[in-house]
């Protein structure tokens, strides 16, 4: 009997360790662009969902902007175009890239000045409940990716 | 005798043709352009708007460059410094003719883009890169001149708004004539190859 409620609590115990170690989406290369002023800056990641479940971004913050909105821009039909996205599934073991010209979080409002080289925290909200805090580098306006 | 003589003059006026014709198609040769070919379907490169630096101009002061126009807004986080961002790896890549390049940012929201604004932006970008901005009335007559369109999107409830726009990129050679169209997504190396060859037409050799 306490045999079992031992073994019982490790599993308990090895599950609720095995959760915190692995998140279902993995983040990488997460760089934004640094406009002048106070403007807008575009915020650009690689997400790798490593469950085998879809699991969706359905929201972005961060404390050093005002607003974090997850946006989509394309260039159908010759018109450039931005739309706010509710939701952004990531399929089962599948990798989705935020990159110019595509799904970007628009961050705006900035607190603080902020200049190429900082590192800035963005949160992002998934269906299942979890945070993923990811980390930023801040990169000139004319910047390609997350390293030149 | 004098038939002879008109009929030798005429032989001789139609080899002098023929050669300048000949001479004519060596200085200006059809360039095998990668990039849409727009010459002759869209008009000159004229203009009246005011630069990043507050000063009224207008197309003619280009002339003598190469102009790469692009209609767009700083308020834009994503898709126009893209194109910027290309457009400045572009220049570096084409080397010292980029020198005779101008990127032309034509701002299509005039409320929130003013020259100052446009100037931090535009230089952020590329150090050949001109901000222009204008009334609303001018901004729309540059537009429709090159059937090109942008409209307001209804705000997001902060004041905050986007324009979506045509995202055509317009090349202009160096006497102000309408060359090219690309859009964001051609590849910098057709960029690139076409750009040689529009700052070499009419260079002195």
Known sequence: MIFRSLVAAMLLFTGAVHAADAPTVKASDGWLRVLPGNLPA???????????????????????????????????????????VDSVPLPPKGKLAFSPGGYHVMLMGAKHPVKAGDKIVVTFALSDGEKLPVTFLARPANATGPTD | MKPSFSRRALGALLILIAL?????????????????????????????????????????????????????????????????????????????????????????????????????????????????????????????????????????????????????????????????LATPSASQDDMVHDLHLLTSLGAQP
């Not at chain 1, 479940?53 to 005002?66: E, L, M, N, Q």
């Not at chain 2, 059809?30 to 207008?58: C, E, I, M, Y």
């Not at chain 2, 003598?64 to 834009?76: E, I, Q, R």
């Not at chain 2, 705000?155 to 055509?168: F, L, P, Q, T, W």
Request: proline share 5%; glycine share 8%; charged share 25%.
């Open chain 2, 20 to 180: 300048v014709c000949v001479s004519g198609c060596q200085h200006e040769p059809q360039p095998a352009w990668r990039l849409t070919d727009v010459s002759g379907h869209l008009p000159d490169l004229d203009f009246r708007l005011t630069d990043d630096n507050g000063k009224a101009v207008t197309g003619a002061d280009f002339k003598g460059k190469v102009t790469l126009m692009y209609f767009g807004y700083t308020h834009c986080p994503d898709v126009c410094p893209l194109t910027l961002t290309q457009l400045h790896v572009v220049l570096d890549r084409l080397g010292p003719p980029a020198d005779n390049v101008r990127i032309l940012f034509v701002s299509v929201d005039p409320k929130r883009d003013t020259p100052a604004i446009m100037h931090a932006y535009v230089n952020a970008f590329d150090k050949r890169a001109v901000g222009l901005v204008g009334s609303d009335a001018d901004v729309e007559a540059l537009a429709k001149r090159y059937r090109s369109a942008f409209t307001r999107e209804p705000d997001r409830g902060d004041g905050a708004y986007d324009v979506s726009h045509s995202s055509a990129i317009y090349f202009f050679d160096a006497q102000g004539k309408a060359r090219l």
């Open chain 1, 42 to 84: 575009g915020g650009y990641v690689s997400f790798e969902n490593v469950s085998d479940r879809t699991v969706s971004i359905v929201g972005a913050s961060s404390a050093d902007y005002a607003d974090a909105m997850v946006h989509r821009s394309s260039t159908d039909g010759g018109m450039g175009r931005m739309e706010m």
